[in-house]
């Protein structure tokens, strides 16, 4: 009844649909909990942040060191969600067909040859690309379109990718050996940023014990592609305040030294803040939030939990700001 409220006070009507879908939501978020903890032990704020993405239609970059079961969370994520996957392990010598896919020449079976277009591992839902900072910018650059747009060109032709679509990208942060940096450009078309953790004393004794046993979870889908698209759509109908679109755009602004309103702080250690997408994904994840707690609309809480994952690769740091050990995550509680 408080759902139906909201919503007819911040759109002028009541859409019985729509709170089914958001209960359903809500009730396929704590069953996604379930699934994904038979494998992955730990990590929730992580998944949390995976599922608001995808709700939002956004994509995102993970970053931790090896053996925190980055991959084996996206794989678990995308069986639960019943979504094909994709895994592109990014290599020095990637080629961007390698990802996109390429035109092959093939006998018609009339003795004439023809192109034919073999589709590459980017045409799934989920697109696992690993250690993405290994492969150089031209390959990297494959990407964009895809993730910007949700379709490849190639040989003057136009292919849509299937629906939904999200790159999940991860980053090894302690070798830098051999990577290349991703740039700005590409940063700015992830909605989030997610750094895994270490786990807690007591959660890797659980992992050590389950990943030596002959123990086999089975994961069971919560939802599917069509399902998800449904609520990718309430996502962006659900009615944002005024309060929440004007303190998601502060927040940006605020990270630009330029700006009038700029912090001494940001002046002095930040040599380019966030750009508009940061607000318009502060909103979406916002929305994303709220949806996902069976909530109509969302709020400023739901705002500030989300902007370091929104904010933190979004804000270029200057010199000073690394000669100091000043952080985009330091610079964000000042």
């Known amino acids: 009844m408080a759902a139906a409220s909201a919503v007819k006070s911040a759109q002028g009507t009541t859409d019985a649909h729509d709170l089914e ?27 949390e942040g995976l599922v608001a ?17 980055k991959t084996l969370m996206i794989q678990t994520l995308s069986e ?13 010598d990637l080629m961007p067909s390698d990802i996109t896919g390429t035109e092959l020449l093939e006998d018609d079976g ?51 990718l299937p629906e939904p679509f999200f790159v999940l990208a991860t980053q090894n942060p302690i070798e ?23 786990p807690n004393k007591q959660e890797e004794e659980q992992i050590v014990s389950q990943t030596t046993s002959a123990y086999q979870a089975v994961i069971k889908p919560v939802l599917n592609a069509d399902e998800i ?55 979406l994840g916002a929305k994303a939030r709220a949806a996902m707690d069976g909530r109509s609309v969302p709020d400023l809480d739901d705002v500030k939990a989300i902007i370091p994952i929104v904010m933190k690769h979004r804000v270029v740091m200057n010199f000073q700001a690394e000669a100091e050990g000043v952080t985009v995550d330091k610079l964000i509680q000042l």
């Open 21 to 47: 879908l958001l209960d359903k939501l809500a009730r396929a978020r704590k069953e996604l909990a379930v699934q994904i903890s038979q494998r992955i032990v730990g990590q929730h704020e992580i998944v």
């Open 53 to 69: 993405a995808i709700l939002a239609g956004g994509h995102v970059l993970l970053i931790g060191v090896p053996g925190l079961a």
């Open 80 to 92: 639960a969600l019943d979504l094909s996957y994709s895994r592109v392990q990014f290599t020095p």
């Open 110 to 160: 009339t003795g004439r040859k023809k192109f034919r277009f073999a589709k590459g591992p980017v045409f799934a839902n989920i697109i696992l690309a690993d250690e993405i900072n290994r492969a150089p910018p031209k390959t990297q650059a494959a990407l964009l379109e895809a993730m910007q747009e949700h379709k490849v060109t190639t040989g003057g032709n136009t292919y849509v």
């Open 176 to 198: 830098h050996e051999g990577t290349y940096h991703l740039p700005e450009a590409q940063l700015d078309r992830f909605m989030f940023e997610l750094v895994v953790g270490y």
């Open 229 to 283: 698209i449904e609520m990718q759509q309430l996502v962006r109908r659900m009615p944002a305040p005024p309060s929440v679109v004007e303190y998601s755009v502060k927040i940006a602004r605020s990270t630009r030294p330029h700006e009038p309103g700029a912090s001494a702080e940001i002046r002095k250690y930040v040599s380019y803040g966030a750009g508009p997408r940061a607000g318009q994904n502060l909103v």
